[in-house]
C-alpha cells in the first residue's frame, strides 16, 4: 500500500475542486484537524491569496491555518502532478457541495427559493464583512459558494448556511485593480473597463440568486441583465421578495445597487433566522437595522442577565463570549501598512500614475483585461460602442473563441494567464 501524500503536517485524502488558482484537496492535520489544501499549480500561485486571508480575519467564510511551498514534486491523490516550489495553503474546511452541483440537480420551487435565501444570506454577510474591511472578492459565482448540509438557524457566522470561498481574485478596494474575473458575471461597469468596485461584487451575487430562482437561466450560455430582470419578473408569487432583491442587485449604475448587509438582513427576515447578540455585537450583522437591533437589546439582555425577564422570543442569548470589536479589516487601516497589491506577485508596488493625461497604467490594463474577458465569454456588451467592439473582435483569437464555447464564460481569467 502507498503511503498518502503529505504536505507540511498534512496528510492529503480527496481532490476537492480544482479552478484557475490550483488544485484543492481535502487534507487532514496530524491532530486530525481538517483542512482545504489549495495548491498552486506551479510557482507563487496561491501566495498572494494566503496574504489576503491572513489580513482578511474573515468569520463568514474559511480562515488561514499554515501556508508554505512543496519541498519536493508530488503526486496528489487524485494523480495529479505538484511541482516542487508550488505554494499551498490551508484553510479551515467547509463542508458541504458548491452551488453549481446543487443546481445541476432538480429543485423545486419551495427549494429555490429556500436556496436563494440561504445564498443571499451567507454570501451577502461575506461580502459585508470584506466590503468593510477594504477587500472585494472579486470572483462570486456559483463555484465558489459552498452550502452547509444544514439550513440555518441563527444570524451567526458559525451556523451560516453558504460560505463565499476563493479569494483568488480578491483586491483592495481602495487600490481599485482588476486581477481577473469570471466573463458571466462581470458587472456592466467592469465591461466598460472602469474602476471596480465592491458593487461589482453585488451585481455578480445578483446573477448567482437569478440563475437559483430561474432554472433556464443557470443554462442560458450568457447571462444579459435586461432579459435576467424580466425573467426575475415571472416567478411565483412566493419568490417574488428574493426576486425584488435579485432585481435591485443588477442595477445598471453600481450606486444603485443595494449593499451586502442590506441583502443578508432581508434574507435573515425572510429566512427567520434567530438572532444572536453576541454576533450583533461583533458589527456583524452590519446594517442600520441591525445596529438599530443592537442599540434596543443593550438594554433587554442587561435585563435578562439580571432576571432572565422580558426575553424577546426569538431572540437567542448565546453563552458571552470574549467581547470586543471584530477586528477584522482595522489593520489595513493602518498608515504604514503596503496595500494588498503590494504583495502581489502579478502588479508589484510601483505606483501607476503616469502623471501626465489623466491615464493610468492600472486603467490601461484595466481596460486590456476587460476586453480580453469580453472577448473570450465572445458576448458584445450592449455599452460598447461599434469602434471598440470592433477592436475587440479583432483581438479576438480563433482558440480564444473555441475556448469562449468550451467555458461558457463560467471559468476564472486572471491576469497574466495566456488565452
Ligand atoms: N475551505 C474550503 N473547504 C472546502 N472546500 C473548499 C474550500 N475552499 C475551496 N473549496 C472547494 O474547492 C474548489 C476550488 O477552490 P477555489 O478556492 O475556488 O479554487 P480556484 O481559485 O482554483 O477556483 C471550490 O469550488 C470548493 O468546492
Ligand atoms: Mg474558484
Redesign the pocket.
Known amino acids: 500500500m502507498t503511503d498518502s501524500p503529505r504536505v507540511g503536517g498534512w496528510t492529503l485524502e480527496a481532490k476537492?475542486?480544482?479552478?484557475?488558482?490550483?488544485?484543492?484537496f481535502?487534507a487532514v492535520r496530524s491532530d486530525g484537524i481538517p483542512g482545504?489544501l489549495?495548491i498552486a499549480r506551479a510557482g507563487d500561485g496561491v501566495g498572494r491569496?494566503a496574504l489576503v486571508l491572513a489580513r482578511a480575519q474573515r468569520r463568514w467564510g474559511?480562515t488561514l491555518i499554515e501556508a508554505g511551498r512543496l519541498e519536493r514534486e508530488l503526486a496528489g491523490p487524485d494523480g495529479s502532478a505538484l511541482p516542487r516550489g508550488a505554494s499551498w495553503m490551508a484553510?479551515?474546511?467547509?463542508?458541504g457541495d458548491?452551488l453549481d452541483a446543487r443546481l445541476a440537480r432538480p429543485c423545486t420551487d419551495e427549494e429555490r427559493r429556500a436556496l436563494a435565501a440561504i445564498v443571499a444570506h451567507g454570501v451577502g454577510r461575506g461580502l459585508d464583512e470584506l466590503h468593510r474591511g477594504g477587500v472585494r472578492h472579486g470572483d462570486v459565482k456559483p463555484?465558489?459558494v459552498?452550502l452547509a448540509p444544514a439550513r440555518p438557524a441563527v444570524d451567526r457566522a458559525r451556523d451560516r448556511g453558504a460560505t463565499l470561498?476563493?479569494l483568488?481574485l480578491a483586491t483592495e478596494i481602495a487600490h481599485g485593480s482588476l486581477e481577473g474575473g469570471t466573463p458571466r458575471y462581470l458587472a456592466p461597469e467592469l465591461r466598460a473597463g472602469e474602476a471596480p468596485g465592491p458593487a461589482a461584487d453585488l451585481y455578480a451575487l445578483g446573477l448567482v440568486l437569478a440563475e437559483i430562482l430561474v432554472p433556464s437561466l443557470a443554462r442560458a450560455p450568457a447571462l444579459d441583465a435586461a432579459a435576467v430582470v424580466e425573467a426575475l419578473g415571472a416567478v411565483v408569487k412566493e419568490a417574488r421578495d428574493v426576486a425584488a432583491w435579485t432585481a435591485a442587485l443588477l442595477a445598471r449604475a453600481p450606486g444603485a445597487r443595494p449593499s451586502a448587509a442590506w441583502i443578508a438582513d432581508r434574507a435573515a427576515r425572510a429566512l427567520r433566522l434567530d438572532v444572536d447578540l453576541d454576533e450583533v455585537d461583533r458589527g456583524s450583522p452590519g446594517s442600520g437595522a441591525a445596529r438599530v437591533r443592537r442599540r434596543s437589546a443593550r438594554p433587554r439582555r442587561a435585563r435578562c442577565t439580571a432576571g432572565r425577564r422580558d426575553r424577546r422570543p426569538r431572540a437567542r442569548l448565546a453563552g458571552r463570549r470574549a467581547r470586543g470589536r471584530a477586528a477584522f479589516g482595522r489593520g489595513s487601516e493602518r498608515a504604514g501598512d503596503p496595500p494588498l497589491d503590494a504583495l502581489s506577485r502579478r502588479g508589484g508596488s510601483t505606483p501607476d500614475r503616469t502623471g501626465g493625461g489623466g491615464v493610468t497604467r492600472a486603467r490601461g490594463g484595466r481596460r486590456a483585461l476587460a476586453a480580453r474577458l469580453l472577448a473570450l465569454a465572445a458576448i458584445a456588451p450592449p455599452e460598447m460602442d461599434a469602434r471598440r467592439r470592433d477592436g475587440a473582435e479583432r483581438r479576438r483569437s480563433r482558440a480564444g473563441r473555441a475556448g469562449a464555447r468550451r467555458l461558457a464564460g463560467r471559468a476564472?481569467i486572471r491576469r497574466g494567464s495566456s488565452s
Open positions: 476537492r475542486g480544482e479552478g484557475a488558482g490550483g488544485i484543492v481535502r482545504a489549495k491569496e474559511p484553510t479551515t474546511w467547509v463542508d458548491a463555484a465558489n459552498l470561498v476563493d483568488d476564472t
